[in-house]
């Protein structure tokens, strides 16, 4: 069960803030559910009344909306909290790639940068982004423990020699 739940998060989750957040509203529909005396058995009909009754936000909503039928099946007021752990375990598991930005992504960037990487990188892999106001431009990548720097202040460092060679040669362009 937990497999096939965790293919369905994988295929709209990119970002580990993301699968954490998606795992908590997952938890406070189910509790809803089974704590508040609306059924037995989380199914999608619920959803639409969860979303009127909680003001879920709009991404929560349609996140919600877009789980398939067979994703509620097996989720009992017994072991859904279970069922939800072994879903966190399963994602720390995974493996994260991190850059460091200057600026904060927005979750749609988030997703396009999550996807990128899974086309490129690792098909399971989960992005963390970070970010240093300090890089001004460019970015930090961090994978498998390695640091790769790709911002504008690692580029004016290697060229250092070649721009101080280039402001002595020509010192009459210094206004």
């Known amino acids: 069960m937990i497999e ?3 293919t369905t998060l994988m ?4 970002s ?8 908590g509203l997952l938890r406070n529909f189910l509790e809803w559910i089974f704590f508040t005396a609306h059924g037995a058995a989380a199914t999608t009909e619920l959803v639409e009344r969860y979303e009127t009754e909680m003001h879920t936000t ?3 909503a ?7 039928k067979t994703f509620w099946d097996g989720w009992t007021q017994e072991n859904f909290y279970e069922q939800l752990e072994k879903l966190d375990d399963a994602m720390s598991q995974l493996p994260v790639l991190t850059p460091t930005v200057a600026v904060p992504f927005e979750s749609v960037q988030v997703d396009a940068v999550g996807a ?9 892999l989960l992005v963390e982004c970070n970010t240093d106001p300090a890089l001004w431009a460019g970015c930090q990548v961090v994978w498998r423990n390695h640091l790769h720097d790709y911002s504008f ?3 004016l460092s290697e060229k250092r020699s070649l721009l101080a060679a280039r402001i002595v040669v020509a010192p009459n362009l210094v206004a």
């Open 4 to 6: 096939s739940q965790m």
């Open 16 to 23: 580990r803030a993301e699968f954490a957040v998606r795992t």
């Open 153 to 155: 202040a690692e580029r």
């Open 58 to 60: 709009v991404r929560d």
């Open 11 to 14: 295929e709209c989750t990119f």
């Open 116 to 124: 990128w990487a899974r086309r490129s990188v690792d098909p399971r």
């Open 62 to 68: 349609a996140f919600l909306r877009a789980l398939p």
